[in-house]
């Protein structure tokens, strides 16, 4: 868009009211807004889309002049507006098949419509006709939280929009922003100041003209906006460190993160101990059971950016786990996450079949701005606090396509530009990717080799049939861009118990916290375990094991507990006993010995 300058002799006041220069453009505009709209709403819209600092202007009229001559005047502004822009004109206006407004013609006018209301005030934009009133909502959002001005910028021939922020928020817009250079403070400065920052650099990335302005120029550009309505986040990278350290100190003095302060949780690789990586892999070993190769390659890509050989461009690792359900693929993601990040939150679990729809990008990236619901995405929420983290896309297979072109980005670069412009760091990251599909398939297909066959063979049988399957329905420059792809083979009896013994165990530590102990016979797991086999015949796995402890051993005892109202008691010894039909719980009072006053 080009800008002209157009004198209101009433305001004594040049204004800047920007001219489109295409019909496209104006299409653009027009397709923000709904069919339903009133007269006044219509002109205020007009007014805040295409005219450079309308904040200024609705100031200056709003403390010379009265409601009713101010009406006039917003009536010569907009008449001025129409005669640079002749087909924003009402009249010019039409509603297309979509019920959409459009300067196409069809037989359907905008004005005469039932879509149009003739000075009724329409919700629908968040301009308000009134100029008072909207001035004085200004002033309150002003000193709440920030309002935005519309400006044209030079560099980019364009108007562009600016948050403007109280002064009191100073050192709420930087606590927790650690950068690395000067030119970090400024980009920070840039996507906290700039409404639709991620539109306009996509803009100048796409657009033939405007991508042959340097990107330094226009980041400049964006820069000086920001701080000509923001003086104040004129920073350098020493000032924004002192903000964050004199906001920690204060917050410690009131004991706001007095609560947090046993907890540490490691956000960078090197925080490791040496000894706790060269023994990573016996470590994951030790709590998951039959993956050894898996587990074998997430240690050594750990191994590898611990020494420093890794590419600093990229994740730590991706990898694809693939195969049948309740094999451990993630499980061993959480405990890999637990493990590493020595933090709960250290896995950001991504479960993909919530993400079937094309828009559902959205809740990873952030909706594009001005859209109702606009949020960060969880990733940029989750990233922000800490970037060491196992991130896990569950079921990969059931999100939609668009999610693998996502994704390419962070497994080759290792960053992903969210929609308010962010750019989010995954270099020290490891991605996982599980699937299941092929399931089905790799089933038929060792049915149909049949019994006979040696279980080696039928094994590797399912494992290139699920290979197969995977291949076939994984975009190929997504599954080129992993660091590896592993099969997770069914568990075996033998393995299944040793599961299960962990499972039992890990489920009944937590009693000693309320003195109880509970102790069981050696041959207890075993004996679940034929259990369970007897009564699922068919669908004996990892996952129905723990189903079955959970249900006849962990349910059953806290019934008891409950029962015999020994929580908040004194020490406490339960024993399991095993029956012909079922378990039986005992209690025992520990005795406690008393010291002898001399």
Known sequence: MHV??????????????????????????????????????YQSWVLETFIAGINQVFESIVDHFTIEKAEIIKNTIFREVIKLNPLLDPKELYIDVSNQISI???????????????????????????????????????????????????????????????????NTLMFGFCPKSEQDVKY???ITCIDSLHDILSLVKNDPVKKEIPMSKVLQDLYDWSIHHNPFLKLRMRDVKKINNSVKDCRVAVGKDSNKSNYKGRTNISQIPKKDILQLETDLNSQLFGQEEAVKMVSSAYQRAYSGVKNPRSPIGCFLFYGGTSTGKTELARVLAKTITNDPKGLLKITCNTLQASHSVATLIGAPPGYVGYEEGCLADSMSKNNFKVILFDEVDK??????????????EGKLMISNGEILDFTQCMIIFTSNMGQQEAQTSVSTAGFATPLRDRTRLKEQEFLRIVEKEIKPEFLAR?????????????????????????????????????????????????????????????????????????????????????????????????TKTGYTFRQKQVKTTKRKSK
């Open 4 to 41: 002209k300058k157009v004198y209101i002799r009433p305001l004594s006041l040049t204004i800047k009211v920007l001219q489109a220069e295409t019909k496209k453009e104006l299409s653009t505009e027009l397709s923000k807004l709904e069919s339903d709209i009133s007269s006044k709403s």
């Open 188 to 190: 920070h400065v840039i």
């Open 482 to 578: 992993l660091d590896g792809k592993f099969y997770f083979k069914d568990l075996t009896e033998e393995t299944l118990l040793k599961a299960g013994t962990l499972y039992l165990k890990n489920r009944t530590d937590n009693l000693s916290e309320n003195n109880i102990t509970f102790t069981y016979p050696d041959k207890l797991p075993e004996v679940l375990m034929e259990r369970c086999k007897k009564d699922n015949p068919k669908g004996f796995h990892a996952r129905t094991f723990n189903n079955y402890i959970e249900s006849k051993v962990i349910q059953r005892l806290g019934n008891y507990i409950i029962g015999s109202e020994l929580i908040g008691t004194k020490s406490v010894s339960i024993s399991l006993s095993i």
């Open 399 to 412: 999100a939609h396509p668009n999610i693998y072109d996502l994704v390419l980005e962070m497994i080759e």
């Open 104 to 170: 196409t013609k069809t037989p359907n006018k905008l004005v005469g419509s039932a879509h149009w209301k003739v000075n009724e005030d329409s919700s629908n934009i968040a301009i308000i006709s009134d100029f008072h009133k909207y001035f004085e909502l200004s002033k309150q959002a002003r000193g709440q939280d920030h309002e935005v001005e519309t400006e044209y910028s030079d560099v980019l021939e364009m108007g562009i929009k600016v948050r403007i922020f109280n002064k009191k928020l100073k």
